[in-house]
């Protein structure tokens, strides 16, 4: 499969934004979805995923509440929700696909297929 990530960009802090992962090949329905970020000087960050069947979300705890994970089986195309952004949101956000689980994993190295990134700017 392969990912596409969009719709980053600047924004102000307590703005929103809305991360789109479009995949092609199979269905994002047959994968483990996920998000992460990467801030300068920082390790890579777990930020949400979507279990395979049920759907069901997982969030880091610096995320809760504020963004919320999706996908459109039709469109083939996960989202990320992120509303009341603050300045440490910033980073480059990639999606990622697990084939192997069915739970929702935080870890990276649990994923297998990448896309490239799309950059967030949250300014205070």
């Known amino acids: 499969v392969q990912l596409t990530e969009s719709g980053g960009g600047l924004v102000q802090a307590g703005g929103s934004l809305r991360l789109s992962c479009a995949a092609s090949g199979r269905t994002v329905s047959n994968y483990v979805m996920g998000w992460f970020r990467q801030a300068p000087g920082k390790e890579r960050e777990f930020v949400a995923a979507?279990?395979?069947?049920?759907?069901?979300?997982t969030y880091a705890d610096s995320v809760k509440g504020r963004f919320t994970i999706s996908r459109d089986n039709a469109k083939n195309t996960v989202y990320l929700i992120m509303n009341s952004l603050k300045p440490e949101d910033t980073a480059v956000y990639s999606c990622?696909?697990?084939?192997?689980?069915?739970?929702?994993?935080?870890?990276?190295?649990?994923?297998?297929?990448w896309g490239q990134g799309t950059q967030v700017t949250v300014s205070s």
């Open positions: 979507i279990s395979r069947r049920s759907g069901s979300a």
């Open positions: 990622a696909a697990d084939d192997l689980r069915t739970v929702a994993s935080g870890s990276y190295y649990d994923y297998d297929y």
